[in-house]
């Protein structure tokens, strides 16, 4: 029989600011002993160990069960509500689930021992409703509940009924919250070979490191599940949080990230000629990050490289020549694109109002639409994922109060910055070589699963299983251990527009020279083709214009 998939989901109602000495309640279930209709689960039981031992070290009072029936599910549910009820409104709840979940007609179930499903009708009479726990615990008042679901990876009953399907559905995240789930809404997780699934385990880890917000949790727990299922198990989460939370108070451990090795292909990086140096004590691709919920930043070390495209690069055009040396000094850029969270807490804390239309799909025709924002864009989004519909004039308004908030000096990069820190010391097309073909290891761009939605679409052959945005580092990065400099969004950058790169140097100052109306875009995004998915491509567009493919990434001074 199958095993299990992994599916979070966490319903977050915060404050501003939550107390270090809320009270924390957990309940934690696991299903392992199903009968021969369903199949025998080897993880559940150990996942639920694993997490009520987490969540003990955590702070948290934990009601464990084992192979419980649906009375007993249901009782156990009952009084976790009432006992975040009289725990008070500062109170956090968490409720894990391992065991047999289906998806029938678009809800999901989880499945008790001794449940006898046969038909779609007996899931309501035989399971329990997602969105009954749910309902509980919402109904309770506290500010923060989390519901934590380890479900079957493949649904069970899938054969005998025309509407059970695949994996569990998607769960929109109301005001306040925040839902994670192992794997993409209706896919399938990867088996673990060993004692717990590798979502838990990756969670469980990540939970225990100190001074780390939630999304940071999630985000650290998608990068060893990626690791660990060799890029077939995507993590996936859709988030409204307005607040911070920490599973583990204390100061964040000091970042040290070593850069990633350049491949054989890869040109070093020759010093620059007098530039700004990295400050003492501060190592090329060591990682950074101001506060709890800032970006986290990759340093990068003064070097000269040649920016732009040769003649001879195949889908180049005159805008990226000619080409120029550039002395690169030392500044610190995104790891990965400024998230849809990272944007919404920016939105909440300052009353910010971004764009409120953009270019968008609707029934096939494209246009500006209005009522189409970075909330909306007009395909689903997780609170992970690049934000997007976002103008110039909505970057250069967050990265000025990411300023004023932390006292650093971030803005948005140089053209020449980003193409720098783009190629890592590559000097062809791609950071990692020249087979296209290894395109979906790397970045998100049009690849077999958008031909499938948007037929007429041409784009490389391999298959990311993305068709819109992927989350933050969900692809391998490159040299210096950025994401996504390929695909996924396009970036504006500090650059008002010029039509090629003449005087473009010597240094990677911003030119404001130009078409300021509008500003330079590096980048692709998902659906992009090919052709102008490389390190030198570069377009303007008008600053004050929101795209679906368009986001940003920051930069920031020493």
Known sequence: MPRLILALLIILGLSSQLATAEPRLALVIGNSKYGQELGRLPNPANDAELMAATLGKLGFQVTKLVDADQKQMKRAISDFGSALIAAGPDAAGLFFFAGHGVQIAGENYLIPLAARIEKEADAELEAVPANWILKQ???????????????????????SMRSASRGLARMDAPKGSFIAYSTAPGDVAADGDGKNSPYTQALARAMLQPGIAIEETFRNTRVD???????????????????????????????????????????????????????????????????????????????????????????????????????????????????????????????????????????????????????????????????????????????????GATGKSYRLPSEAEWEYAARAGADGAYHWGDDIDDYCDFGNITDAAAIRKFSGWSGVGCDDGEVYTAPAGSYDPNAFGIHDMLGNVKEWTADCWNDDLDGIGPTAKVRRSGKCSMRAVRGSAWDSPSQIARLAYREGNNAPTAYFNYGFRVARDF
Request: charged share 20%; hydrophobic share 40%.
């Open 137 to 159: 615990m919402e109904y309770a008042g506290n500010r923060l509940n989390i519901v934590i679901l380890d479900a079957c990876r493949n649904n069970p009953m899938a054969r």
């Open 225 to 403: 599940v990626l690791k660990a299922t060799g890029e077939k198990q995507v993590p996936w989460e859709s988030s409204s949080l307005t607040g911070a939370f920490f599973f583990q108070q204390g100061p964040a451990p000091a970042a040290a990230t070593a850069p990633a090795q350049p491949a054989a292909h890869v040109a070093a990086v020759e010093p620059a000629a007098t530039t700004k140096a990295l400050p003492g004590g501060v190592t090329q691709g060591q990682a950074i990050r101001d506060c709890p919920s800032c970006p986290e930043l990759v340093a990068i070390a003064p070097g000269r490289y040649r920016m732009g495209a040769p003649n001879s690069e195949r889908g180049s055009s005159d805008a990226e020549r000619p080409q120029a040396t550039i002395d690169v000094g030392a500044f610190a850029i995104g790891r990965y694109e400024v998230t849809r969270g990272e944007f919404a807490a920016f939105v909440d804390a300052s009353g910010h109002r971004p764009a409120g239309s953009c270019w968008s799909e609707r029934n096939g025709k494209y246009d500006f639409i209005d009522g189409r924002d970075w909330q909306d864009p007009g395909f689903s989004q997780s609170d992970q994922d690049p934000v997007v519909c976002v103008t110039a004039e909505d970057a250069e308004a967050y990265v000025q109060w990411l300023s």
